[in-house]
């Protein structure tokens, strides 16, 4: 076994059916006036928590939008100052989250998340934010919450094929952290068994998204992916979603979604142990007839949820690619293959037109 480094995050986690009955607990054990952050598609839940929290509840935001962008946390920083709140709960996805991220960056105050889709970000460190056309990232202590409430219940309403990109997206977090440079055995672990209880899990949601069953084993298995997030370095395919997502403003999870695939070619040969155990993680599911190749195999499962299969589909703008391989070049992440730009074409070409990604993306 090599030699490593392993911190893990100082989150407290609440897993299960009803667990957002304990908010009110939970915020009295950080303050006593608290900032209610959602996205405007989730008024209904915002409700609901502004209700659980009552004379808690000391401000209310519901302006949250992907990407982080600057000017809402600027308006959400308005409505916090005017309010003076002692944290922040943070009710919906990786959006509403982001602004809560966002929030204590700049203020310290903790915060509390409550996850409705798998994204994974309530438990990193990491936040981006996008201002002018540019995402950056950063990682801080005060950035990761503090208490994340997983209840599996606010998980129902998320549409199939929303459950599905956000799904893959975890993956991809767990997928890059085999390979990551800061690699070590306990997220590994993780990496290989949050793929398996999504990749479980995923399907009986197309098919039923009011499978509790289902929702509760991809909503575990998103945790521990966002775990691997927040605990290694990524590499490439989070690097070329970064900037899709921050410059030419692509959904966030369909966008990694599509790119996984690709990125799992491109690093195939470099990284062939990770991508073996990617592929071996995803065959578990006892429904599957998988071929244990990683790529192809998370290639297919994009028809089989019903999810757009190339960047094309997405909206990126045709003969762009050149503008996101200068990007990637000039702020290159570390990535078991080094990245040279001709191959890096090949591989965005291949992703735009949704071409079934080859061996011969390796090379
Ligand atoms: P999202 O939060 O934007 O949600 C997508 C849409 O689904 C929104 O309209 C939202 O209101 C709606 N929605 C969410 N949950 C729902 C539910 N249960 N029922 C019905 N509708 C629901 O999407 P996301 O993919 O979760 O998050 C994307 C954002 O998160 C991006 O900005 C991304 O950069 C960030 N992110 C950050 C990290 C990190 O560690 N920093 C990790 C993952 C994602």
């Known amino acids: 076994m090599h030699t490593f480094t392993y911190s893990s995050a100082p989150a407290r986690i609440l897993f ?39 004379e808690l509840c000391a401000g209310y935001f519901d302006g949250a939008t992907m990407h982080t962008p600057t000017d809402v946390t600027a308006r959400a920083m308005d409505t916090l100052r005017n309010s003076g709140v002692d944290c922040i709960v943070a009710g919906g996805g990786g959006s509403a989250i982001g602004l809560s991220k966002a929030l204590a960056v700049r203020t310290g105050l903790p915060q509390i998340a409550i996850p409705t889709t798998y994204a994974g970000s309530e438990v990193t460190p990491i936040l981006g934010e996008t201002e002018d056309g540019r995402k950056t990232t950063r990682r801080a202590p005060e950035i990761l919450p503090r208490v994340v409430i997983y209840d599996v219940n606010l998980t129902l309403s998320l549409p199939p094929t929303l459950s599905a990109s956000s799904g893959l997206n975890a993956i991809a977090h767990a997928a890059e952290a085999l390979y990551a440079k800061d690699c070590n055995p306990i997220t590994s672990m993780m990496a290989e068994e949050g793929i398996r209880a999504l990749g479980g899990s995923l399907g009986a949601i197309a098919s039923d998204p009011a499978n509790l069953a289902a929702r509760a084993k ?38 990694h979604a599509v790119v996984l695939p690709y990125v799992l070619a491109y690093n195939a040969r470099a990284a062939s142990d990770a991508v073996t155990r990617i592929g071996r993680a995803l065959a578990s599911d006892p429904n599957s007839a998988a071929d244990a190749d990683a790529s192809r195999y998370l290639h297919g499962m994009l028809e089989q949820l019903c999810l757009p299969s190339s960047l094309a589909a997405l909206g990126m703008p045709a003969g762009k690619l050149d503008v996101v391989a200068d ?4 702020q290159a992440y570390w990535n078991p293959r080094p990245v040279e730009r001709a191959s890096l074409m090949r591989m965005l070409e291949a992703a735009f037109a949704g071409t079934p990604p080859s061996a011969d993306l390796s090379m």
């Open 16 to 54: 299960g059916a009803g667990r957002m009955a304990d908010l009110a607990d939970e915020v009295r054990r950080l303050g006593r006036r608290a900032l209610v952050v959602t996205t405007p598609e989730q008024r209904d839940l915002g409700a609901q928590l502004v209700d659980l929290l009552g």
């Open 218 to 255: 991809a909503q575990y298995g998103a945790w521990l992916c966002g775990t691997c997030l927040g605990a290694v370095g990524m590499a490439l395919h989070h690097k070329i979603c970064h900037v899709l997502g921050g410059t030419f403003d692509l959904p966030h999870a369909p966008t």
């Open 327 to 330: 990007l990637v070049m000039q």
